[in-house]
């Protein structure tokens, strides 16, 4: 019996990631959306064709998702579709706004269909600047302020919403910074390797004390598929990030060190809002259902610059 699976946002990061291990199963058949705003097609899978297709549509049009789903009839969705990157979302706070009616569409379109799950891409940015650290996903008060992260609160009580009253299913997934070799170079990993790999200048807004956590790609991923496969996480939230804290500057000097560059770091003025000082997970659900150790900061990067795709991306 096939699972027939939709992923919004698959020609992103976090998605096309964990599409290419969904499709490493024969009984899964994954249908791909993005409106290849900010996603890309070279992010797709290279194997596997008979398991997966791509669909081009804009989640917040309601008549353009509604005729995939109604035409596919899905067992579960994971919704990542979004306006993403801290910049990016500034600059276009009405499309941020627009991503509700997404959340709206996926959410009544499954309510109404075959679906069992919605897994839903929220992320560590409705925490705000934090009160306590470090963020755990039910005592620490969400303090959003950003156009980016009052949507994704929203979104995350639409789910409960959905669940409360039509009894839909969900998971909350809160991504911390997500990085591996599909990520864009509007996000900092990737920003400062590819300019650092060609000898350019890394350049930090304000004096680099803000402090991140990291984490690889394949530890997201493998957590959300785990929360799939093993029916975790049902009808609740989990925080999905390295707990190890980083300031910006030390990652812009880790990245010079492990790739040997000759790049000067360079210090711009403070972003006006959006760039919180501080972030850093209560991740003991996502470090029990991984049931390994995170992959360090040092290894991530080291593998992310030895991926032929992210070599490819940045044009070495």
Same mark, same amino acid.
């Given at each position: ?34 409106? =290849?705003?900010?996603?890309? =097609? ?15 549509? #804009?989640? #917040?049009?309601? +008549? ?16 990542? $579709? ?7 979302? +500034? ?7 627009? %991503?509700?009616?997404?959340?709206? *569409? ?7 269909? $075959? ?17 306590? &650290?470090? +963020? ?6 969400? #303090? !959003? ?12 009580? /639409? ?8 009894? &839909? ?7 911390? *910074?997500?990085?591996?070799? *599909? +990520? ?9 390797? $590819?300019? $650092?790999?060609?000898?350019? @200048?890394?350049?930090?807004?304000? %004096?680099? !004390?803000?402090?991140?956590? /990291? ?10 598929? #785990?929360? /799939? ?24 000097? =880790? ?5 040997? !560059? ?20 209560? @991740? ?12 360090? =900061? %040092? ?7 030895? %991926? ?9």
């Amino acid at each position: 019996m096939q699972t027939k699976i939709l992923v919004t946002g698959g020609a992103g990061n976090v998605g096309s990631a964990l599409i290419e291990k969904l499709i490493e199963n024969p009984y899964n058949h994954v249908t791909i959306v993005d409106d =290849l705003s900010t996603g890309y =097609l070279s992010k797709l899978p290279q194997k596997h064709h008979d398991r997966w297709h791509f669909i081009k549509c #804009n989640v #917040n049009d309601l +008549q353009d998702i509604g005729q995939v789903m109604i035409a596919h009839k899905f067992d579960y969705v994971f919704h990542f $579709a979004a306006v993403v990157g801290v910049q990016r979302t +500034q600059d276009n706070p009405v499309s941020v706004l627009k %991503d509700i009616e997404g959340i709206k *569409n996926i959410l009544n379109l499954s309510k109404n269909s $075959a679906v069992k799950r919605v897994f839903f891409s929220s992320s560590s940015e409705v925490y705000g600047e934090p009160v306590v &650290l470090p +963020q755990h996903e039910h005592t620490t008060p969400l #303090n !959003s302020r950003v156009p980016y992260a009052v949507v994704k609160n929203v979104g995350e009580s /639409f789910c409960k919403s959905y669940h409360q009253e039509y009894n &839909l299913d969900y998971t909350i997934f809160r991504f911390f *910074n997500t990085y591996g070799p *599909n +990520q864009s170079t509007d996000f900092v990993v990737a920003r400062f390797l $590819a300019v $650092a790999l060609k000898g350019e @200048n890394i350049t930090i807004y304000g %004096d680099g !004390s803000q402090t991140r956590t /990291f984490t690889y790609v394949d530890d997201t991923v493998t957590t959300c598929l #785990n929360c /799939f496969y093993e029916n975790k996480i049902v009808n609740d939230v989990i925080n999905i990030g390295n707990d190890k804290l980083f300031t910006i500057l030390e990652l812009a000097k =880790l990245v010079v060190s492990v790739t040997n !560059s000759k790049s000067k770091i360079v210090h711009l003025p403070p972003l006006k809002d959006g760039d919180m000082t501080r972030r850093q997970p209560d @991740n003991e659900k996502m470090r029990e259902i991984l049931g390994r150790e995170l992959i360090t =900061l %040092d290894a991530g990067i080291k593998m992310m610059i030895n %991926d032929d795709r992210f070599k490819k991306a940045i044009g070495l």
